[in-house]
């Protein structure tokens, strides 16, 4: 199994550009989690799915950043305009949810966005 | 979900068992207590969890009290690689949101 993938690992963009990170979770989980981490906030839930549908987006910040999952093998997160706050890694996570609770995340290695 | 109380950071010795506390006395019937860790630059991994028993794996072992208000994370013999920050998060039983604190950061020193 090769895990959860993110990409890019590292991402570098000037302030008003889009920026779209990926991920394709674990084969076979049903809920994929978008985390953005910084040295202030820690690490902050944005958004998650379940089987393929977005549950909550309360962590969202605003209306430059939007989430999809077409697919039960690809989600995207878009930043449109960037803004030099945005800097931060953002991590997507992937677990199997269901009955019977004990359920953990497998985490991605992360993309480190830096807007200039 | 129920938060979570850790020390802000921690030394060991490599080599020697490592205790990692956890107060969650808000903790209710439902809720599992969960542990994962953060090596420098890497997502969060986990560790184990558990529900009211002590729990052991290849990683780690579990105690949880028996009132359930606090555990403690023991990594029997530290090593170097275990120096990272350590999360110790509490979720309801089909609660699928985790939500990180500051976690503790435990150093392993020679």
């Known amino acids: 199994d090769a895990g959860v993938i993110q990409s890019p690992r590292h991402e570098v963009t000037e302030m008003g550009q889009e920026v779209t990170l990926r991920c394709k979770p674990i084969?076979?989980?049903?809920?994929l989690f978008w985390y953005r981490q910084t040295m202030m906030r820690g690490l902050e839930l944005l958004i998650y799915?379940?089987?393929?549908?977005?549950?909550?987006d309360s962590g969202m910040p605003e209306d430059r950043f939007s989430a999809k999952m077409p697919n039960a093998s690809f989600s995207t997160l878009k930043i449109q305009p960037s803004e030099p706050r945005d800097s931060a890694v953002y991590f997507c996570?992937?677990?199997?949810?269901?009955?019977?609770?004990?359920?953990?995340?497998?985490f991605g290695s992360g993309t480190r966005l830096t807007v200039v | 979900d129920a938060k979570t109380t850790q020390p802000t950071s921690m030394d060991c010795a490599e080599g020697r068992a490592a205790n990692l506390p956890c107060n969650h006395s808000?903790?209710?019937?439902?809720?599992?207590v969960y542990w994962y860790r953060q090596i420098h630059s890497q997502g969060p991994q986990y560790i184990i969890h558990g529900l009211k028993n002590n729990e052991t794996n290849e990683m780690a072992s579990l105690i949880i009290t028996e009132d359930r208000k606090s555990s403690t994370l023991i990594l029997p013999h530290a090593t170097l690689r275990d120096t990272a920050v350590y999360y110790c998060i509490v979720r309801g039983y089909n609660f699928n949101k985790f939500y990180f604190g500051s976690g503790t950061k435990l150093n392993v020193k020679p």
């Open positions: 996570a992937s677990s199997l949810v269901g009955t019977g609770g004990g359920y953990g995340y497998t």
């Open positions: 084969s076979g989980h049903n809920s």
């Open positions: 808000t903790i209710s019937g439902n809720e599992y």
């Open positions: 799915f379940n089987n393929n549908v977005p549950i909550d």
